[in-house]
């Protein structure tokens, strides 16, 4: 049954919106929807991104529909949000794409590396934690390199990684060098686990 307030033009639709009007921005969502959804589609050529991203832009739009000034500027406020949102999936997918084409995956190491291959989904800690050894140090620059593998054989040790000031004191760097360092692997590891499905805490 077509809307009651299909009798209203898109602006008069999106001032009752503003003013609290949830009917209202209902049937703007029905008017500009498809419209968003193509853009979306053409720019991610995936159905299921294309519906999250416009999910997300009218969900935005409505949280922030009371700061717009200008609601004849509407559909070019509402485009602009989607952009945004397009941009930010183009942006994780190519840094999926960077770690499924760089990071070493599960089944590339072998046997003789690790032992006994866990199943999938069922990724024992040590396991992991050679994953992360053989691939971190292939993503950090040349002088990082040395502080990833000290980290590494700490943890080894005493499974924890060294603090930062321990790193300040093996290579004689400053303090904030060595934070920066530490973080970058670190930060690195969590990518990595990311990108293979698991999540640390370290």
């Known amino acids: 049954m077509e809307s009651s307030y299909g009798k209203f033009s898109d602006e008069e639709m999106v001032r009752m919106a503003t003013g609290g009007d949830q009917e209202a921005f ?25 519906e999250d991203v416009v999910q997300d ?27 945004h949102k397009i941009k930010k999936v183009i942006r994780k997918r190519k840094k999926q794409k960077f770690f499924r084409e760089k990071v070493v995956h599960l089944g590339d190491l072998s046997h003789k590396d690790i032992g006994k291959v866990p199943e999938q989904g069922k990724e024992d800690w040590y396991f992991i934690f050679v994953l992360l050894e053989k691939t971190v140090p292939k993503l950090v620059g040349k002088k990082i390199k040395v502080v990833a593998k000290f980290m590494f054989d700490s943890y080894r040790k005493s499974e924890e990684f060294p603090s930062v000031r321990s790193i300040e004191g093996k290579f004689n760097l400053s303090h904030g060098t060595a934070q920066r360092w530490r973080e970058r692997v670190v930060e690195k590891c969590q990518q990595i686990a990311s990108a293979h499905g698991f999540s640390l805490d370290l």
């Not at 209902?26 to 991104?49: I, T």
């Not at 500027?73 to 509402?78: D, E, I, N, S």
């Open 26 to 50: 209902w049937e703007v969502y029905r008017r500009y929807g498809p419209l968003l959804f193509g853009r979306a589609y053409r720019s991610l050529n995936d159905q299921h991104d294309a």
């Open 57 to 83: 832009t009218f969900m935005v739009a409505w949280e922030n529909l009371a700061r717009l000034r200008h609601p004849d500027r509407f559909p070019g406020w509402l485009q602009g949000i989607l952009g």
